[in-house]
């Protein structure tokens, strides 16, 4: 969605005399109503279908036009045929125009986005990134050992699932969906509960070339479940 200098309420809203130019503020503050208007029939009311995921990226053409872009994800049930756009965010060295400088004045968000997505980290045994301060080499190694990472939690929380189904013998809840609901709430700690407004969670991509690093990440992706590095 592109902004229109000409839109009727930016006419209405301008002195006797005034160019919209003149008022970068009228120009952002309905930019953004008409945003948020867009967000409501797309993710709200649905009009193109249901909506699994959204971002959007606010830019600023080099005429100083306000502009939205927005990526939609329709869930399974929506429309049957959608055209793709992607959304590209991008460094501008361009100078600050008028809408831009106002809209950060006004601390209107750059962007936004349905679900907040983290990287999973993807290592082989004991061989996971330790941040250590000079001469503290050795004490940080070891306590690399002992903390978890995504990799290892997610591997116990497999296994306690796997515990909970010798000792009852009925599939828990949380294996079934482990891979994509499972909540983790400080980037190690997976507890055993469904995703509710959590995070989506992405492994990282690794070459092919790197054999025993991608299949770690493949296996992560196609296996339902994992307990140990073994499998």
């Known amino acids: 969605m592109t902004c229109n200098p ?3 309420e930016i006419q209405e809203a301008l002195l006797p005399g005034q160019e919209p130019v003149d008022r970068p503020d009228i120009v952002s503050r309905v930019f953004k109503l008409k945003l948020e208007e867009l967000k409501k029939d797309l993710f709200v009311k649905n009009i193109f279908g249901e909506v699994a995921a959204w971002i959007y990226v606010i830019e600023f053409q080099k005429r100083g036009t306000s502009r939205a872009a927005i990526h939609i ?3 399974k049930n929506g429309v049957e045929h959608m055209t793709e756009n992607e959304v590209n965010s991008y460094l501008d060295t361009r100078y600050v125009c008028a809408p831009e400088s106002i809209w950060h004045i006004f601390d209107f968000r750059m962007s936004d986005r349905s679900t907040p997505v983290m990287q ?7 061989a996971q990134g330790v941040v250590y301060k000079e001469g ?5 190694a070891q306590r690399g050992q002992l903390r978890d990472t995504t990799l290892t939690a997610w591997f116990a929380a497999n296994q306690r699932c796997y515990d909970e ?7 828990p809840e949380d294996v079934v969906d482990l891979p994509r609901y499972l909540l983790c709430r400080d980037a190690r700690a997976f507890p055993n509960s469904p995703k509710e407004n959590g995070s989506e969670k992405k492994c990282y991509k690794i070459d092919w070339k790197n054999a025993f690093r991608f299949s770690k990440r493949s296996g992560k992706i196609c296996i339902e479940s994992h307990a140990s590095k073994r499998h």
């Open 136 to 140: 503290e080499e050795k004490d940080a």
């Open 165 to 171: 189904l010798e000792s009852t013998g009925m599939i």
């Open 73 to 75: 994800y329709t869930d």
């Open 6 to 8: 000409r839109w009727k």
């Open 120 to 126: 999973l980290k993807v290592h082989l045994k004991n």
